[in-house]
């Protein structure tokens, strides 16, 4: 349930960015597949749900035979995971990485209607003609 509820948000957010499920599965079939274990990229169990814990990672855990539980992280997972360290790396706290996760994953719809007349403002006063 968790791996198909999974699957659907990276579909979402693929979509976003232009790609769509068939052709990630198609050119790159095990993207979505959780494989790499914590221990691969050397991150602490601590450090990984201290970050799920600041909403910094959206891991809710998938089914799989491993009866110790253990997490288990796709391509797309990794990534992000990377992305914060780097950021960590240079000083940026994580409520500022769990800002800017929800500025690029997140809805901007509501937060541009609640501000149009500020954004129109701003083009206008900037572009000329």
């Not at 501000?115 to 701003?122: F, T, V």
């Amino acid at each position: 349930m968790n791996n198909e509820k999974n699957k659907k948000n990276y579909n979402k957010l693929l979509n976003t960015f232009g790609y769509d499920e068939a052709r990630i599965e198609k050119y790159y079939p095990k993207a979505l597949e959780p494989v790499a274990k914590l221990s691969d990229l050397n991150i602490s169990p601590r450090t990984f749900f201290n970050w799920r814990a600041l909403k910094a990672i959206d891991y809710e855990g998938v089914e799989s035979d491993d009866a110790r539980g253990w997490v288990r992280l796709n391509l797309i997972e990794v990534i992000w995971v990377r992305i914060i360290e780097t950021f960590r790396d240079f000083g940026v706290p994580i409520k500022e990485i769990v800002r800017i996760k929800q500025l690029l994953f997140g809805n901007l719809f509501p937060q541009i209607t609640a501000h149009s007349e500020e954004i129109i403002a701003e083009f206008e006063k900037n572009l000329k003609d």
